[in-house]
């Protein structure tokens, strides 16, 4: 194992790759549920959405809403497992205490990132709120109020989640959202440029998987005009190899940004310059 120090590289492709192998072995079977959960989930979610479109009713729309809210709490739950996973690795860390064989500072992740999800869809709620006074009041500038919302959001992301991973891991005193908030204050711009990269990469990666899926036959094109009825049936007889071709990406992006994130708090405390 080689744990991360001040002097690595800003961007840890280096340290993935020497851990390849542990990391694989650490997030090898909360990654597989993930997967088969993802699958699962949206099987059921797209079969009773498409029951819901052909003949709406309310039980049917209450099952939607309570399939997605369940997905939510499993999928953040099997994230916070291989993002605290990578963190201690990369930190050098020992996992300590555990409960129902997962640790305490996987517990206090999910916590902290059930907690992050409440506080992101406040303002995803209240943007959608802004969005409808705007439209009835016939803004002309409404496209703004879109822009200004996707920039909040990523600088939200950036100061309260990216550091999480390495607030938990450490038993880092304190409410995890606001030690993060206060040991990502003065790294903004390079924590935005690290999450930008990473997203970059994993799009990346996921539309080279989907290329590959497309042209051997795997994934059907999606329907461009048809209703929303046959767009989600369409959806659905493409899901498994979408889940696996999201999947990837998904991987690609979460080892490297808690890899990334636990270079730029091990550097937070050893008082290196952001710069």
Avoid at 41 to 66: C, H, I, K, T
Wanted: net charge positive; aromatic share 14%; hydrophobic share 55%.
């Amino acid at each position: 194992m080689t744990a991360l120090t001040h002097r690595a590289r800003l961007f840890p492709l280096q340290f993935v790759w020497k851990n390849a192998a542990s990391i694989v072995r650490r997030i090898g079977a909360p990654c597989l549920a993930g997967a088969l959960s993802i699958y699962g989930f949206f099987s059921v979610y797209m079969w009773e959405l498409q029951a819901y479109l052909s003949n709406p009713q309310d039980s049917v729309g209450s099952r939607v809403l309570g399939i997605a809210a369940l997905a939510l709490l499993v999928l953040v739950f099997l994230h916070s497992l291989v993002v605290a996973r990578v963190a201690q690795l990369a930190l050098g860390v020992e996992a300590k205490g555990e409960f129902l064989g997962i640790t305490r500072a996987e517990w206090r992740l999910y916590t902290a990132n059930l907690q992050f999800c409440i506080v992101l869809l406040f303002f995803v709620l209240a943007f959608f709120g802004l969005h409808a006074v705007t439209e009835r009041l016939h803004w002309p500038h409404g496209q703004w109020l879109h822009i200004f919302q996707g920039l909040f959001l990523f600088w939200l992301t950036t100061r309260l989640w990216f550091l999480l991973a390495p607030v938990c891991v450490t038993n880092t005193k304190g409410e995890a959202l606001l030690v993060s908030w206060r040991r990502s204050a003065g790294r903004f711009w390079r924590i935005a440029l690290l999450l930008t990269a990473i997203v970059l990469t994993a799009y990346i990666v996921q539309a080279a998987v989907g290329m590959i899926l497309h042209a051997a036959g795997f994934i059907a094109p999606l329907p461009t005009s048809e209703a929303l009825a046959g767009y989600v049936s369409s959806y659905r007889e493409n899901l498994l190899p979408m889940v696996a071709m999201t999947n990837i990406a998904y991987i690609v992006f979460v080892v490297l940004a808690a890899a990334a994130s636990a270079q730029v708090y091990s550097d937070e405390r050893a008082g290196v310059s952001p710069a």
